[in-house]
Structures are given as structure tokens and as C-alpha cells.
Nanobody
Framework: QLQVVESGGGLAQPGGSLTLSCTASGYTLDDYAVGWFRQAPGKEREGVSSISRSGGFTHYADSVKGRFTISRDNAKNTVYLQMHNLKLDDSAIYYC??????????????????WGQGTRVTVSP
């Protein structure tokens, strides 16, 4: 069964850190660009960060630039999102999604079309 599964969500205090993982099963993640998205209650889903197949290209939303870092370990079939200096506004369900972007490039947010079920991040004092 082809799927991506997010993990690592939980509760953190403002200023704290969490690392999310996106792991694929049934297919090789290094053939795909991967994006992280989030959706807070009452808000639209937004793109947070993305990484190209090779890992050579990355992109961050302005709201997380300098605080979040995306990386990939193709040997583990996993993409990570390290989140530091968390803010209350970072609370959301975080999703990863994949796109078979070729050649090696960053897809637009709308191109990601294979989604996981999400992991909840709650930032609270």
C-alpha cells in the first residue's frame, strides 16, 4: 500500500522545538519532491516548506523562515521538518505531501497531490 505517514507532532511551549517526520511506504521517496503543509482550525491549508528530490532546493514560507528546517534522508525514506522557536500561531495539523517533480525542482504548492493523514502540533504555554 502506497502511503506517507507523518509523525512527531505533540505539545510544545512557545520557544520550544519539535521535529516532524514524513516517511513513505510502498514507494521510494527520493523519486519525489516533498512538501510540508499545515492547517489551523478555521484557516485554509498553507504551504510551510518544500524540498526537491535531491534535497538541493528548499523553500520556506515567510512565517517560518529562520525557524524551520526541512531535510531529507533518502536512505531512511524520510523527510524531516525541524521546528524551533515555536509560536502559538504554529499550532495546526501538519501534513506532508509528495510530487514526482522532474527534473529536480521545487513544485508549486498546488502540484503536491499525494497526502498523509497529518500530525497535530499544539503550541501552548
Amino acid at each position: 500500500q502506497l502511503q506517507v505517514v507523518e509523525s512527531g507532532g505533540g505539545l510544545a511551549q512557545p520557544g520550544g522545538s519539535l521535529t516532524l517526520s514524513c516517511t513513505a511506504s510502498g514507494y521510494t521517496l527520493d523519486d519525489y519532491a516533498v512538501g510540508w503543509f499545515r492547517q489551523a482550525p478555521g484557516k485554509e491549508r498553507e504551504g510551510v516548506s518544500s524540498i526537491s528530490r535531491s534535497g538541493g532546493f528548499t523553500h520556506y514560507a515567510d512565517s517560518v523562515k529562520g525557524r524551520f528546517t526541512i531535510s531529507r534522508d533518502n536512505a531512511k525514506n524520510t523527510v524531516y521538518l525541524q521546528m524551533h522557536n515555536l509560536k502559538l500561531d504554529d499550532s495546526a495539523i501538519y501534513y506532508c505531501a509528495t510530487d514526482p517533480a522532474t527534473p529536480d525542482r521545487l513544485p508549486s504548492w498546488s502540484e503536491f497531490d499525494f497526502w498523509g493523514q497529518g500530525t497535530r502540533v499544539t503550541v501552548s504555554p
